[in-house]
């Protein structure tokens, strides 16, 4: 099983900021990780795939980074839709497995 | 427009049975794998189980294998997830997923099984 760290867990920002979340795996992945986001009381959407391949339809604020081991989720210049939870997930062996998610919440 | 919509949770006794579908609709399902996701209240995701496009080959979570069974109607478009010996940790709201090269591509609005006497 691979195991990811996510961190934070929790994020306060403000509107207008850059952020940034990452995700650790316990062991190399190459390239395949996606970020989702998930928005209260909603089912997650994709945000990323291939560690930096941004979904058709996804701004271009947000960005992915890394192989390997380490990885980023970048988002450069919050708007007020961009608070919610997001999750990384490492698909290069069955089983999948998520991060325990980011909170991004209002400064 | 690609859409799945899952049905047929409810609230069930420790120990029981229950089955969920997961109808797909704006593409062609027997083209594309599909997963089963799960979140229990006030917690994050958890994969479940995928089944590939043609139903030969499915992988499972440890925390569900012997007990679930996912499994495809390509003439139906239609997903299920056979789960039995359910417990209180399987409550939670099952999502159903199109595969798109084991991340999950579209999501479904899920579907709420509760387990508790």
């Known amino acids: 099983v691979i195991w990811m760290t996510q961190s934070p867990s929790l994020l306060s920002a403000s509107t207008g900021d850059r952020v940034t979340i990452s995700c650790r795996m316990s062991?190399?992945?190459?390239?395949?990780l996606a970020w989702y986001q998930q928005k209260p009381g909603k089912a997650p959407e994709l945000l990323i795939y291939?560690?930096?391949t941004l979904q058709s339809g996804v701004p271009s604020r947000f960005s992915g980074s890394g192989s390997g081991t380490d990885f980023t989720l970048t988002i450069s210049c919050l708007q007020s839709e961009d608070f919610a939870t997001y999750y990384c997930q490492q698909y290069y062996s069955f089983p999948l497995t998520f991060g325990g998610g980011t909170k991004v919440e209002i400064k | 427009q690609v859409q799945v919509v899952e049905s047929g949770g409810d609230v069930v006794q420790p120990g029981r049975s229950l089955r969920l579908s997961c109808a797909a609709f704006g593409y062609t399902f027997s083209s594309y794998g599909m997963h089963w996701v799960r979140q229990a209240p006030g917690k994050g995701l958890e994969w479940v189980a995928v089944i590939s496009n043609d139903g030969s080959k499915k992988y499972y979570a440890d925390s569900v294998k012997g007990r679930f069974t996912i499994s495809r109607d390509n003439s139906k478009n239609t997903l299920y997830l056979q789960m039995n010996s359910l417990t209180a940790e399987d409550t939670a709201v099952y999502y159903c997923?199109?595969?798109?090269?084991?991340?999950?591509?579209?999501w479904g609005q899920g579907t709420q099984v509760t387990v508790s006497s």
């Open positions: 997923t199109r595969d798109g090269g084991s991340y999950q591509l579209d």
């Open positions: 291939a560690a930096s």
């Open positions: 062991q190399g992945i190459s390239s395949s």
